[in-house]
């Protein structure tokens, strides 16, 4: 979930109120009165008593009210006391997780149209703007390695990296280059490379034959030139057009998708956020991006036997429903990581 703030406490009774608060203006996007919180029948006491409750709660800075509405709305003070205090999020609708496990039955080929359709499903799933981050340089791997002959003086050095990317180089030989030299130093190259980082090669290890291990030097050094190639932090969006749907300003929807459209800048707030020990960002908490004021983050990381790959989130208004997103971004994420790790 996120991390709580010890020093922000209500009793239950006023705890229980601002969730109705939070519950009912989520569900109608209108302002939430005494009397639609005394219908609750968790709150077992007067509107009088409630009304009394509410202001309270404005004066502490949960809740606000619209120019002369009667009813309130949370603050982004409120939303926060709600997330924190979830607990469990409540699972899928089974319809949802069927959805999820046919999607992921089908998800096979190139890692990017997997991650552009994931993004899709999740907007689906939530009717939100939809985000995945691609794995970072440093955590794509090489799966395998081989050097092959092209001609008597030209060979290729190939690498296939766990993104689904093939990276490969063309080298020179020598004359007297044998074909038994070219597979030895083509088995010596795999053992090297495999399962790991173009960013952080494992150590030469001799093989006991100078031109073996040559060959393969060259190789690894004509990868680790080439691996400027290979592409990584790229954002999937998916659901934009439903941030329309969200918001009545046109300002604010061109604000919003303004910054889909800047990859840099998703990346860095969804890292962030988790860089927080958060799973959530509420409106003014990332202020370094004013024109997300009035939105909110769900983030989760998704990985690959144990390591780390990239982020899946989803960007919606501040007036989200946290716990169907948070189920929502953590099923998804789940799924992502078992595929993407063979299983």
Not at 81 to 96: M, S
Not at 198 to 213: A, F, K, Q, T, Y
Not at 315 to 326: F, N, S, W
Request: proline fraction near 3%; include cysteine.
């Amino acid at each position: 979930m996120t991390m709580r703030n010890d020093n922000d406490q209500l009793d239950d009774r006023k705890a229980a109120i601002l969730k109705s608060v939070v519950t009912g203006y989520v569900e109608t996007a209108q302002p939430v009165g005494s009397s639609q919180v005394a219908r609750d029948p968790v709150i077992d006491v007067s509107p009088a008593t409630i009304r009394a409750d509410m202001a309270s709660l404005e004066r502490e800075g949960y809740l606000t009210h619209p120019h002369t509405s009667a009813g309130r709305i949370p603050t982004d003070k409120g939303y926060r006391f709600f997330v924190d205090h979830l607990g469990n999020p409540h699972p899928l609708a089974q319809a949802e997780h069927e959805q999820v496990q046919v999607f992921f039955s089908k998800a096979h080929g190139e890692l990017e149209r997997v991650l552009q359709d994931t993004s899709r499903l999740l907007a689906q799933l939530t009717d939100c703007a939809a985000v995945v981050v691609s794995p970072g340089h440093e955590a794509l791997v090489v799966r395998s390695a081989l050097l092959v002959r092209l001609s008597t003086h030209t060979a290729m050095a190939v690498a296939v990296l766990s993104n689904g990317v093939v990276e490969k180089r063309t080298l020179s030989l020598s004359d007297d280059v044998s074909d038994s030299v070219l597979s030895a130093a083509s088995i010596a190259l795999q053992q090297r490379l495999s399962g790991s980082s173009l960013w952080l090669v494992p150590p030469e290890r001799s093989s006991g034959n100078v031109e073996i291990d040559e060959l393969v030097r060259s190789c690894v050094s004509a990868l680790e030139d080439d691996r400027t190639t290979i592409s990584a932090d790229q954002v999937f969006v998916g659901g934009a057009a439903f941030m329309a749907e969200r918001f009545d300003a046109v300002e604010q929807v061109r604000a919003v998708l303004g910054i889909l459209e800047q990859s840099y800048v998703v990346v860095t707030l969804l890292r962030d956020v988790l860089a927080q020990g958060q799973s959530v960002s509420i409106g003014s908490e990332h202020s370094a991006v004013e024109s997300l004021a009035e939105c909110s983050l769900v983030v989760a990381p998704y990985e690959s036997e144990g390591v780390a790959l990239g982020t899946i989130g989803v960007l919606g208004p501040t007036r989200m429903d946290y716990e169907h997103a948070l189920a929502a971004v953590a099923v998804v994420g789940q799924r992502l990581s078992r595929e993407l790790s063979g299983g």
